[in-house]
C-alpha cells in the first residue's frame, strides 16, 4: 500500500519482524518436531516441511491476503503516486508491472521471514533483528530521499503536477494539498487495516512467546515497556537513520556522506557494549540456539527435577 519502489523493502521488513516476533515459537517447534521425528537432530529439522510452520503461513497469508492486494489497488486508483511518478497514468504502466508486484511483495515477505527464522534459530537473534532494521532503513531511506533527493516529495505529491508544484509553492500548502486529497484518505483507510493488522500480529506473537515455558526469563523490563522499546527499535531507529543519511549525502555528497554515516551506524549498532544491543536485551528475545530450548520444555524440565 505504499509507492512500488519501497513496497519490496516493506515487504522484507514485515516478514523479517514477524519471524523475531514469534522467535520463541519457531526455537520450540524447531525442538519440538526434533524431537518426536526419531530422527538425528541434526537431521530432522532439515526433513521437516516448512510449510507446516504456522507462523510462515500465516505471515504469508498477510502478504497476499492485505500487503499485495492494497497495493495493487492504490496502484488502480492512483498509479502516478504508486510509481513515484513514474508514469503519469495507467498508459504508462506495464501490463506486467501487477503481476510482479503482487508476486514481488509475496516473495520478498517470505526471504525476509526465512532469513530472520534462520538467525533466530541458531542464536544469533540480534542479527536477525538488524535484519529487520535493514529492511526498514531501506524502506524508509526510499520514502526520505529516493533516488534523486526527492523521495519526500514524491511520497506527499499525488500526481507529477503536484510533484511541480514543490518548486513554485511552499512546503506547508504542498504537504497540506496531499493530506486533503482522496489519495490521502484512501492510505488512512487501507493502513488502518493493514498497520493495524500488523502490530496487532507482532505485539501478540511477541507477547504469546514470553507466555512459553522460559520464555521470559531474559525479559528484564515491564512487558508493555519492552513492547515500546521493541517498536522503537524496530521502526523508530531505521527512520532516524533515514534522515541522518538524507542530511549527510545533501551536505557532503554520496560518497562521503554515506561513508559517515555508515561509520556512526557502525559504533551504534555493532560493538557488544552498545546503547542498542543493551537495549536489545531488555525485550527478552531468544539469544541461543534453538536446541538450548530443550532445558525450557516441561518434560525436560520435570525429568531433571527428578533426577
Not at 31 to 37: C, L
Not at 220 to 235: D, Q, T
Not at 261 to 271: D, E, M, S, V
Given at each position: 500500500?505504499?509507492g512500488?519502489?519501497a513496497?519490496?523493502f516493506w515487504?522484507y521488513?514485515?516478514g523479517s519482524?514477524f519471524a523475531l516476533a514469534?522467535?520463541?515459537q519457531?526455537?520450540f517447534?524447531e525442538?519440538?518436531?526434533?524431537?518426536?521425528?526419531g530422527?538425528?537432530?541434526?537431521l530432522?529439522?532439515?526433513?521437516?516441511?516448512?510449510a507446516?510452520?504456522?507462523y510462515l503461513?500465516?505471515?504469508l497469508l498477510?502478504?497476499?491476503?492485505?500487503?499485495?492486494?492494497?497495493?495493487?489497488?492504490?496502484?488502480?486508483?492512483?498509479?502516478?503516486?504508486?510509481?513515484?511518478?513514474i508514469?503519469?497514468?495507467?498508459?504508462g504502466?506495464?501490463?506486467?508491472?501487477p503481476?510482479?508486484?503482487?508476486?514481488?511483495?509475496?516473495?520478498?515477505?517470505?526471504?525476509g521471514f526465512?532469513l530472520a527464522q534462520?538467525?533466530?534459530l541458531?542464536?544469533?537473534?540480534y542479527?536477525a533483528y538488524?535484519?529487520c532494521?535493514?529492511?526498514?532503513?531501506?524502506?524508509?531511506?526510499?520514502?526520505v530521499?529516493?533516488?534523486d533527493?526527492q523521495g519526500y516529495?514524491?511520497f506527499?505529491?499525488?500526481?507529477?503536477a503536484?510533484?511541480r508544484?514543490?518548486?513554485?509553492?511552499s512546503?506547508?500548502n504542498?504537504?497540506l494539498?496531499f493530506?486533503?486529497?482522496g489519495?490521502f484518505?484512501?492510505?488512512?483507510?487501507?493502513?488502518a487495516?493493514?498497520?493495524?493488522?500488523?502490530?496487532?500480529t507482532?505485539?501478540g506473537?511477541?507477547?504469546?512467546?514470553?507466555?512459553l515455558?522460559?520464555?521470559?526469563?531474559?525479559?528484564?523490563?515491564?512487558?508493555?515497556?519492552?513492547?515500546?522499546?521493541?517498536?522503537?527499535?524496530?521502526?523508530?531507529l531505521p527512520?532516524?537513520?533515514?534522515?541522518?543519511?538524507?542530511?549527510?549525502?545533501?551536505?557532503?555528497g554520496y560518497?562521503v556522506?554515506l561513508a559517515?554515516?555508515?561509520?556512526?551506524?557502525?559504533?551504534?549498532?555493532?560493538?557488544?557494549?552498545?546503547p542498542v544491543r543493551?537495549?536489545?536485551g531488555?525485550?527478552?528475545?531468544p539469544?541461543g540456539?534453538?536446541r538450548a530450548t530443550?532445558?525450557l520444555?516441561?518434560e525436560n524440565?520435570?525429568t531433571a527435577a527428578?533426577s
Open positions: 500500500m505504499i512500488l519502489p513496497a519490496l515487504a521488513g514485515i519482524t514469534a522467535a520463541r519457531l526455537q517447534l525442538r519440538r518436531a526434533a524431537d518426536r521425528t530422527l538425528p537432530r541434526l530432522a529439522p532439515r526433513l521437516i516441511s516448512r507446516a510452520n504456522p503461513c500465516l505471515t498477510y502478504a497476499a491476503v492485505l500487503l499485495a492486494p492494497t497495493g495493487l489497488f492504490l496502484m488502480w486508483q492512483n498509479p502516478s503516486w504508486s510509481t513515484m511518478h508514469a503519469d497514468g495507467h498508459r504502466v506495464w501490463a506486467g508491472l503481476l510482479l508486484y503482487a508476486g514481488g511483495v509475496v516473495t520478498a515477505t517470505l526471504l526465512l534462520a538467525l533466530c541458531v542464536g544469533a537473534g542479527w538488524l535484519n532494521v535493514a529492511g526498514h532503513f531501506l524502506l524508509f531511506g526510499t520514502l530521499h529516493g533516488w533527493g516529495r514524491r506527499l505529491s499525488t500526481d507529477g503536484a510533484l508544484a514543490w518548486s513554485e509553492d512546503v506547508i504542498c504537504v494539498r493530506l486533503t486529497s489519495t484518505l484512501t492510505l488512512l483507510v487501507l493502513g487495516a493493514v498497520i493495524g493488522t500488523l502490530l496487532l507482532e505485539i506473537w511477541l507477547a504469546e512467546g514470553w507466555l515455558p522460559g520464555g521470559a526469563q531474559d525479559l528484564k523490563v515491564p512487558r508493555f515497556l519492552a513492547v515500546a522499546i521493541a517498536g522503537a527499535g524496530l521502526y523508530g527512520l532516524l537513520g533515514a534522515l541522518l543519511a538524507s542530511t549527510l549525502v545533501r551536505f557532503l560518497p556522506g559517515v554515516f555508515a561509520a556512526i551506524a557502525g559504533g551504534l549498532l555493532l560493538p557488544r557494549r552498545s543493551w537495549l536489545y531488555l525485550v527478552g528475545l539469544k540456539h534453538w530443550a532445558d520444555l516441561p524440565r520435570a527428578r
